[in-house]
Every structure is written in C-alpha cells, then in structure tokens.
C-alpha cells in the first residue's frame, strides 16, 4: 500500500482523535467527572497518532504474518508508551501515570494486560482501519482533505507547543521564581500568553495531580553539562558515534578479516546509529542506574530491538538504501534485527549505565564551562553540516542508479564530490532496495 505523507497525517490526526476519546472515557469512569487525559489541551492524544502511524510505516509488510503483526504491534506500541512516560518524567521530573499497582508492570508505565490490549488494537488498525480510514479520506473531494489535513496538523503542533510550555512554567514555578518562558513579548501579548500557559497548566494539573508536586532533584550547580541536559546528550552523542564506528570497524576486521568504513557520515568516523542509541538510552535509564542488572538489560534488549528496526525502515525509505540484512541470522525479524543482536544492546545497556556513563558523565563535567559551551557549538554545527551532507550525498546516490543525470546545483556539486566509488568506500555494506 502506498501511502502520501499527507494520508500518513490525515492516520496521525484519526488516530490521536480516537486515543483520545478512549483516555477521555477512561478518565471520566475513573475519576467520576470528564477528564482530558491528552497532553494537548484539544481533543488529541498524540501518542496514539504517532504509535499508529509507526506501526503502519515500519510493520506493514507483516501483514500476511498475523503472529508477528500481533507481537511487532505490541512491542512497538509499549515502547511507545514507556518512551512518552519517562520522556514526560525527564521533563517535568515526575510520572504522569503509574501502574504499579497492577500485576506484571514494569518501570511502573507499562504492564502485561495493555500490552495485550496495544498488540490487539494495533493488529486491527494495520490490517483493517487504516485502509478503511484511508477509503474515507479518498470519499472527500480534493483538495479539501489535504487542506484540512494540514490545517488540523498545524492547531495539534501549536497545542503541543503551547502545552509544553506549560509544563515547563509547572516546573519552573516549583523549583523557584522564575521568570516565564514568554516573558520577552510585549506585555499586554505577554498576559493573553501567560492565560493561556495557566489554563492548560490548570487542566493538566486536573488530569495528572502529581505533576503539580514539587521535584526533590537537586543539582549542583557551577560545572559545565551537570545533570542530563543538552549539553551532556550531545557530547554523550558525539563519543557514542565515534566509539560505535570504531567498535564496528575492529568487529567487522576480527569477524571478516577486512578493513571496511562502518561511519554513517561522509567526514569523520562517526556511526549516528550509536550516538543516537547512547543518548537516548542515557536520557531514559540514567536515573534507573541503581535498580537491577535485569532490569536495565531487558529495557535494554527491547529498546535496541525496537530503535534498530525503526532505524533499518527509515533509512530505507528515506535514502533507499539497505545498510543492513540480518537475514542469514536466526530469530530475525525481516532482516531488520535479530534476538542475538538484542541481547547484545541489553548487555551494552548495562556496561554503559553501570559502569561507563559514570565515568564518561564525569570527564565531561570537567571541561571548562567557557570553553565547554563555544566547542559545543562548533561541533553541533559541524555535524549538522555532516548530517546535511551526507544525507544529500545518500539521496543522490540512490537517484543515480538509473536516473537521470544531474540537473540542480546542488545534485551537480554532489556527484563532483561524491561518486559512486567515494559512496562505495564510504558505505560499502549499503544496497539499493
């Protein structure tokens, strides 16, 4: 089925409606009176949106596989799930929900039976509601589902943003006086803003009482990156890259006999699938570092399964290149990832979180706070220009096999740089769809 990026938007805004209602009525029974349970103050939970339309791009092909739709479904949609909690957490330092209570939980955000209930309705929605959502979206005469598509798009993202910053007035507002994150616009626009952050900080408040507590996390203050903040993430990013490139590099020597390039990047031996993978498994288990080997594995296992696959999918779809095919390895989940590499990213959760982050979290706190924040910076544009690069370099390699020559600047200026043998060199494992 092929699917417009518009129709992906249009499953997105039906998806978020009807998670929503489901929250809405949970909450209502629950709590004896309407409760909007959304993060978004309108009538969209987009969790459910984007659990669906993640299930739909990167399962779809399983289809014809009832079983393997029903267990990709329910790992993707619990992760989805543990991801938003504990993201939700990083942000305003407290759960939004808990199941504690509940038999077969874990981490307390997720548990047994609505993992069940995610694998069943996600199954549903694949195999059937998107293409029964898909039909009525075709029914509604053009343009008018486009242009309605992409105006409800942009309410939802200014609902978010507006909602976010709300959550980040809560959190200030406990912590200390603090000025408001608008406070820079003209007073009486400053006002009109500050009623809005107020409402949706009242109606949150409602919704998820706790986040209204104040946070008991303390930090130091006086050295550069303390804490888990941008500045930490992106360094623990940049040393994820390099290391995993090398790690790669020696891996493939030692198992193949040969040196061959594992960087994502066209400059620098920098591998984003680990530097990615690093930062966002330290922001979701940094505070988890105490709690049992288990524990971190399993989060572990699941977590580098689930970003591997993702990974594999998009970067097939975007750049149409497959840089990697498990298919000869048993337990695979078509070529994408395999039950022996996710026992790797557990036991690699637990060497990071126990023992190397520590250090590395450390060494970095070190830098000079002067010096530490100017080299960021130049690094963070420096591999933002690589990412840009590479990414149009990836894009042109896939159009010249077979298309057409190059007709831009920009495709002229890639194909001078960036032939097919530099791509090879550079990506040598990588193969056209």
């Known amino acids: 089925m092929n699917i417009t990026f518009t129709e992906l938007l249009w499953l997105f805004l039906i998806y978020s409606f009807l998670g929503w209602i489901f929250e809405a009525v949970v909450g209502t029974i629950k709590n004896k009176r309407f409760t909007n349970r959304g993060f978004s103050t309108g009538p969209f939970c987009i969790v459910y949106g984007i659990a669906a339309v993640t299930m739909q791009v990167t399962l779809a092909d399983l289809m014809d596989n009832p079983v393997f739709l029903f267990i990709g479904c329910g790992i993707q949609a619990t992760f989805i799930e543990w991801f938003a909690g504990k993201l939700l957490e990083l942000i305003n330092r407290r759960k939004w929900w808990d199941y504690s209570n509940k038999k077969w939980n874990f981490d307390g955000y997720i548990c047994l039976e609505y993992t069940l209930l995610w694998a069943v309705l996600g199954s549903v929605s694949v195999k059937y509601g998107n293409t029964f959502f898909l039909f009525l979206y075709k029914l509604i005469p053009e343009p008018f589902p486009a242009v309605l598509t992409w105006i409800i798009t942009g309410f939802v993202v200014l609902d978010s943003a507006v909602s976010l910053a709300a959550v980040f007035h809560l959190r200030r507002s406990k912590n200390k006086k603090a000025g408001s994150p608008v406070r820079s ?25 706790v986040i209204e507590e104040k946070s008991e996390e303390i930090l130091k203050k006086g050295k550069f990156a303390e804490g888990c903040g941008f500045y930490k993430l992106f360094w623990l990013f940049l040393i994820g890259a390099f290391l995993g490139d090398i790690t790669e590099t020696i891996f493939c020597r030692l198992t193949s006999g040969v040196w061959m390039s594992r960087s994502s990047l066209v400059w620098g031996p920098f591998s984003i699938v680990w530097g ?69 990213w557990g036991i690699a959760a637990v060497v990071w979180i126990k023992l190397l982050y520590p250090r590395f979290s450390g060494w970095i706190e070190r830098i000079p706070k002067v010096a530490g924040y100017i080299t960021t910076w130049i690094l963070v544009v420096f591999m933002a220009a690589d990412i840009l690069v590479s990414s149009a370099a990836l894009i042109r390699y896939d159009q010249r096999a077979g298309g057409p020559a190059a007709q831009s600047g920009w495709q002229q200026i890639i194909d001078e740089n960036f032939d097919d043998n530099t791509m090879q060199k550079i990506y040598p494992n990588a193969k056209q769809r």
């Open 185 to 209: 616009l003209s007073s009486k626009l400053y006002k009109a803003a500050l009623a809005v952050i107020r409402y949706v900080e009242r109606r949150m408040a409602k919704a998820y009482p």
């Open 276 to 344: 990615l993978a690093i930062a966002l498994a330290t922001s979701l288990l940094y505070k988890d570092k105490d709690k049992p080997d288990r524990h971190i594995f399993l989060i572990g296992a699941l977590l580098g399964g689930a970003y591997e696959y993702v990974c594999s999918v998009f970067t097939e779809l975007v750049f149409g290149q497959v840089f990697w095919d498990y298919s000869k390895i048993p337990f695979n989940l078509g070529g994408r990832v395999n039950l022996l590499y996710c026992f790797f």
